[in-house]
């Protein structure tokens, strides 16, 4: 009976302490993300099955993580993506459009994909982590 409790204790703790964050595969992200602005605004990021992505309208500060998002800076983008066993989704790219003028420059973009049963987002943040005030893309 002592060690079923022990048993019992030992799993809440180790569930605890580890988390309840689900592991998301890329088959799960792989699609058309949007990000949303305040004013109508919309980025939009494809993640293909081969590995390759492209942005559409990304402003400058989804490369950066700082804020605030400038929509009149977007950036139209190709590339390559993965995702880890942490969930962190990296993107390389090689930017095509930036301040609306058309020259390469490299970038890369980190994302956290956060499962909720079936529904994934993939989200960063912008500024502090502590303020709560993350980038969520979300299916398109």
């Known amino acids: 009976m002592r060690r079923g409790r022990l048993f019992i204790v030992l799993v809440v703790m180790a569930v605890a302490i580890t988390g309840c964050t689900q592991s998301?595969?890329?088959?799960?992200?792989?699609?058309?993300?949007?990000?949303a602005g305040p004013r109508g605004e919309s980025a939009e990021l494809v993640l293909s099955p081969d590995g390759r992505a492209?942005?559409?309208d990304v402003p400058e500060a989804v490369f950066s993580?700082?804020?605030?998002?400038?929509?009149?800076?977007?950036n139209t983008f190709t590339g390559t993506w993965e995702i880890d066993k942490r969930n962190q989704?990296?993107?390389?790219?090689?930017k095509k459009i930036v301040y609306?003028?058309?020259i390469e420059s490299t970038g890369s973009?980190?994302?956290?994909?956060?499962?909720?049963?079936?529904?994934?987002?993939?989200?960063?943040?912008?500024?502090?982590?502590?303020?709560g005030n993350d980038m969520v893309f979300k299916r398109k």
């Open 100 to 102: 609306g003028q058309r």
């Open 109 to 131: 973009i980190s994302l956290t994909a956060h499962a909720d049963g079936d529904s994934v987002t993939l989200r960063e943040p912008l500024g502090d982590p502590d303020n």
């Open 24 to 35: 998301v595969t890329a088959a799960r992200v792989v699609g058309t993300w949007t990000l």
């Open 54 to 56: 492209t942005g559409k």
């Open 65 to 74: 993580g700082m804020g605030p998002l400038d929509w009149t800076d977007a």
């Open 89 to 94: 989704v990296s993107v390389d790219v090689v």
